[in-house]
């Protein structure tokens, strides 16, 4: 990145043709365990020089907040759960 803009990479064919970049494949972060091995590919990914380790910082933030996200999902369902259970006993 440079001055705070996303360099774009651009591609050619042999005839010099521009093509269109493929996309990203789609990461799998369902879970905590998905979320916790894409934060391991991302640090390795610094470890060995593949992404610099600004970049990585950014993403480890990012999944940091998804993991956040996905913490506050589950524990919101299993206090509603709860609260549910509570309140099929004070019917009896």
Same mark, same amino acid.
């Given at each position: 990145m440079e001055n705070g803009k996303?360099? #774009?990479v651009?591609?050619?064919? #042999?005839e010099g043709n521009l093509l269109d970049p493929a996309p990203l494949p789609k990461i799998d972060l369902h879970d905590a365990h998905a979320i916790r091995r894409e934060l391991g590919s991302v640090y390795r990914d610094m470890r060995s020089g593949r992404i610099e380790t600004q970049e990585?910082?950014?993403l480890a933030y990012v999944l940091d907040m998804i993991r956040k996200a996905y913490d506050t999902s589950v524990l919101q369902e299993r206090v509603e759960f709860l609260e549910r259970a509570i309140e099929r006993r004070k019917k009896k």
């Open positions: 996303k360099q #774009e651009e591609v050619f064919d #042999e990585g910082t950014r």
